[in-house]
C-alpha cells in the first residue's frame, strides 16, 4: 500500500492499480472502503475469511462513483464479522485499534473505516449502518459520520445485513470533507437547518461527561446563529426499539441462513443470527408497518416546526475493550446492547444523521453528539454540522500516532 503503513490493523487488503483519474471534485483525496464491496479483482470478506469463487468483473456503483470523482482508493478496511457486532471485535481479522487508547474499543462494525479516518491514514472512508454502524465508531475514534437517508447512497454490490435498515455512508476527519463526498451522492435542494429540537430528557439519563459535551454542542450551535430548544425523544425510542430489533434480527437471519444453517461462523455470531430464525413473516411485517407509522406520525409529530434533533450517539463513555469481549471475565452484554441504544431508532424510521465530535472525557476519550433530521435533507443537515463543528474547539490529534502500543 503505497505511503500508508498500518500499525493500527485497520486494513485487510490493499488497492493494487486503481489510479485515480487526473481531475475530478474529489481529486486528491484519499479514501478507503469498508470490506463488504464489490471492486473488480477483489472479493470482500465480509469479516470472516474471505470465499473462494470467481471474482467480481465490475465495481461497486458508490465505489465507481467515488472513483469517477477523482478519489484515490488506498484499501479495504476491517470490520465486524458480518457487520454484527457493534464493538468493533473480529476473532477472525483481529480487533483495529483505537489511536485513542489501545485499551478502549474503536466501535464497530465499521471499525477499520474509522481508525484508518482518526489515524489519518485516508481522508475519508466508506462504512455501512443497519443499527450504528457509523455513528458509534465515530464517537469511540474521534471522527464525523454521516448516515444518509436510506436508500440514498446505491447498496448494489455490497453485502446485506437487514435491507430495510442498511445505509452506506462515510466518516471523515470533519463535516466540510463529509459535505464534499455527499455531494457525489445528494443534489437535492432542501431549507436550511435553523431550528433544533435538543434530546435533554436523553442527556439527563447519560455519563456526566457525555452531559457536558452534548451542553457544549448546543452552546457551539447558539454560537453559529441556531436556535433550539428542548424536546423529549426517549418516548419515540422506546416505542422505536421493539420493531427495529424485530426487522433487524428477522431479516440478518434471512440474509445469512444459509451461512447460519452451513455452520462454522464464530459460535456468538451464529447464536446472534440464529435467534431471527424464529420470528416469522407475520411478525417482520408487523414490525415494518410498525415503524413507517412511527416515522409518518409520531417523529415527524415530535419534530414540528423544527429541522433537526441533537442528542449524544452513545450514553455511555467507550468501553473497555475486555468489557465488549464475550470471551474475557468482565464481559458485559448490556454494555455491548447498550452501544447503539441511542442509534438504532435512526435506522429504523430511515432518518440521517450527522455525527460530529465535541471534544474529549474526563479520561481524553473523544465524545460525539448526533443531529438527526428529515428524510432527504442531507446536505442541509451536512451544512448544519459544519456550523456547528466550527463553533467548537478543534480537536487534538489521537496520542497514538507515534506507533501502536506491543
Known sequence: MIGLTDRFGAFVATAEGRAPIPTGPLNGLKFALKDLVEMAGHQPSCGLTPLLGPLPATDAPVA???????????????????????SGGNPVQGRPCNPWSAHHICGGSSSGSAV?????????????????????????????AWKPTHGLIPVTGTMKLAPSLDTLGFLAKNGAVLRQVAEMFDARPSAPVVSVRVARDVSAGCAPDIAIGLERAV?????????ASDTALL?????????????????????????????GLDPVLAARLGKGLSIGDDALSAARTELHRLETQDWRTLLGDADAVLLPVMRIRT????????????????????????????????LPAVA???????????????????PGADLALLAAACTIQTALAPMPSPPLFDGAPA
Open 219 to 227: 452552546s457551539a450551535l447558539g454560537r453559529a446563529g441556531l436556535t
Open 64 to 86: 465507481a462513483r467515488l472513483l469517477a470523482a477523482g478519489a484515490q482508493l488506498s484499501g479495504f478496511t476491517t470490520m465486524t464479522p458480518l457487520a454484527y457486532e457493534p
Open 116 to 144: 484508518a479516518v482518526a489515524a489519518r491514514m485516508v481522508d475519508f472512508a466508506l462504512g455501512s449502518d443497519t443499527g450504528g454502524s457509523l455513528r458509534i465508531p465515530a464517537h469511540c475514534c474521534g471522527v464525523a
Open 356 to 374: 460530529i465530535p465535541v471534544g474529549l472525557d474526563s479520561g481524553g476519550l473523544p465524545i460525539a453528539v448526533q443531529l438527526v433530521g428529515r
Open 235 to 263: 418516548p419515540l425510542i422506546a416505542a422505536c426499539d421493539p420493531p427495529v430489533l424485530t426487522v433487524m434480527q428477522a431479516e440478518a437471519a434471512r440474509a445469512h441462513r444459509a451461512r447460519i444453517e452451513a455452520g
Open 319 to 350: 468501553p473497555e475493550v475486555e468489557v465488549c469481549e464475550p470471551a474475557t471475565s468482565r464481559f458485559s452484554a448490556r454494555t455491548l446492547y447498550e452501544l447503539s441504544a441511542l442509534t438504532r431508532w435512526v435506522n429504523g424510521l430511515g
